[in-house]
């Protein structure tokens, strides 16, 4: 069974430029989850989707969005990126929500804004 | 809120060293705990988990046990391999089917020399 991928694994933007990051979650899975990984904060939970419907979402401000598809697959949006969102963006399925469901995680997305 | 401290490292070993990896927690009500492993270049990989208290996790070797009294969760292996070396992260989730994401200590980074 293939992982969950995250495309594209690196891109580099400008400031004040807005970016879009995809993610395919494990086949059947329905939760998707969105971290963001930097030196600094370390990892931080972003939002998680299920059923198209965003059902938690961290302490991130409004330029981060995301939405999630009928077929599960998701995408997060940053605009207007500042210097301080160069990171990695790391996608996350699981079966279902909540804590008992194994959360399976891609490669990330490693975002660098000049 | 929730949150998890964890030693930062690097910690450096020997192989075929005693491992012991120190994590505590705060959280709100009855959270379930992990050890999530990022090997260079790659996206996270679960460890081990346990779900309420006294429970214990464990796989390839590693073993956690969580403990409510000292919220604590120290991952522990008795013999490390060089295959080891990589950042070790502690972790939690709220119970519940509308849980919010995992919160995450800052990393360990375990350096095995032959």
């Known amino acids: 069974k293939a992982g969950v991928t995250q495309t594209p694994r690196y891109l580099i933007k400008t400031r004040g430029q807005q970016v879009t990051l995809s993610c395919s979650p494990i086949s059947g899975h329905r939760s998707v989850s969105w971290y963001q990984q930097t030196p600094g904060q370390g990892l931080q939970f972003l939002f998680e989707y299920f059923s198209e419907t965003q059902r938690n979402k961290g302490n991130f401000p409004g330029r981060f969005s995301g939405r999630q598809f009928s077929n599960s697959r998701s995408e997060m949006n940053v605009s207007t990126l500042e210097l301080g969102d160069s990171a990695l963006y790391l996608c996350?399925?699981?079966?279902?929500?909540?804590?008992?469901?194994?959360?399976?995680f891609g490669p990330g997305t490693r975002l660098t804004v000049l | 809120g929730n949150s998890v401290t964890q030693m930062e490292g690097p910690v450096t070993l020997s192989e075929e060293a005693f491992l012991t990896i120190n994590c505590t927690y705060t959280a709100t009500g009855y959270p379930s705990l992990f050890w999530y492993v990022q090997y260079p270049g790659e996206g996270l990989q679960l460890l081990l988990k346990a779900t309420k208290a006294d429970d214990k996790g464990s796989n390839k070797g590693f073993e956690a046990t969580y403990r409510k009294e000292t919220t604590s969760f120290h991952l522990e292996k008795g013999s490390v391999q060089v295959s080891d070396s990589a950042v070790y992260f502690c972790a939690l989730r709220n119970s519940g089917g509308g849980a919010d994401g995992l919160t995450f200590g800052k990393g360990t980074h375990l350096i095995i020399q032959p």
């Open positions: 996350a399925s699981s079966l279902g929500r909540g804590a008992l469901n194994e959360q399976f």
